[in-house]
């Protein structure tokens, strides 16, 4: 496992873009698969463009941008991943759809293949478990924006191999990346800890307490937070945190992660964040 060179990364969305394209930075071969060609397209253009931004910036060589983008193939047929090493998925946060990529990935994949998610919540074990490989899944949480931001997740399944982690652990290192262990659980701990706080600041704004701008400028300010929690719900999607409290409030049955009455009319209204255009404030398409 130590020798892993070829990467597949399924899904050309926001988090599966960025982690080709650190892959493909750091000298992997990558193939990202999605379902529709104009996603791998899209997602190709944004490495390019993102990739020429760190070189603008003297984060990295410009003669570099090409060899990296070159780095990268595309597919809509997830069979054409059949030689890859490392398979990390990063489709939306579903059960069903991690489950069906799980399932072909295991079928497809060489019999010393890791199968590593993106998920943000859902259980490293319960995806594991679809598979005749379950020593060989593990959760590689990355953070938006994958090439900007340091952390990924490292989630232990309760059947993960020690050799397995200790693959994933030097392959996030080789990204840059810092690792932190953790065990499997809902929400891990990153989003454990910061939903529920997301949940609290969209109740307070249902409530009357506060405006959102004023929540917001209370954890700059008086927490030293960067930017403030209904700023950051708008940057990670109202969508994807209703859906990881959701699976909070399944995995431990506790109402205090029971999404906020607001943040479900909102993705009703599809004010989905930065996304959409309109979230908790307004942008700019």
């Known amino acids: 496992m130590s020798g892993i060179h070829s990467i597949a990364v399924i899904g050309a969305g926001t988090m599966g873009s960025g982690i080709a394209h650190v892959f ?12 529709e060609q104009r996603f791998l397209d899209r997602a190709l253009a944004s490495i390019r463009t993102n990739l020429g931004r760190e070189a603008a910036k003297g984060k990295l060589a410009e ?13 809509v047929t997830i069979e054409s991943l059949a030689g890859a090493q490392l398979a990390v998925e990063a489709a939306p946060e579903r059960l069903d759809l991690k489950a069906e990529v799980f399932r072909a990935l295991d079928r497809i994949l060489p019999e010393n293949g890791i199968l590593a998610s993106n998920t943000s919540s859902i259980s490293i074990t319960r995806l594991a478990a679809l598979t005749g490989r379950p020593s060989q899944v593990i959760g590689m949480h990355f953070f938006n924006p994958v090439p900007v931001m340091s952390l990924v997740e490292v989630v232990r399944g309760m059947a993960t191999s020690n050799d397995t982690f200790t693959a994933v652990r030097d392959l996030a290192l080789k990204l840059g990346k810092t690792p932190v262990e953790v065990n499997d659980a809902p929400g891990f701990v990153s989003n454990r800890v910061l939903m529920p706080l997301i949940n609290e600041a969209a109740y307070s704004v249902m409530e009357g307490v506060a405006t959102a701008e004023a929540v917001d400028q209370i954890f700059k300010l008086g927490m030293a937070h960067p930017m403030g929690p209904l700023t950051l ?10 859906d ?28 989905l964040g ?12």
């Open 63 to 75: 003669s570099e941008v090409e060899p990296s983008v070159k780095r990268i193939t595309t597919t």
């Open 24 to 35: 493909a930075r750091s000298g992997f071969s990558v193939t990202i698969c999605d379902v």
């Open 274 to 285: 930065r996304k959409s255009g309109r979230g908790f404030y307004s942008y700019e398409k």
């Open 233 to 242: 719900a708008d940057f990670i999607g109202i969508d994807v945190c209703v």
């Open 244 to 271: 990881i409290l959701r699976v909070l409030h399944e995995g431990f049955g506790d109402p205090k992660y029971f999404p906020c009455p607001l943040l479900v009319r909102m993705v009703d209204a599809g004010w």
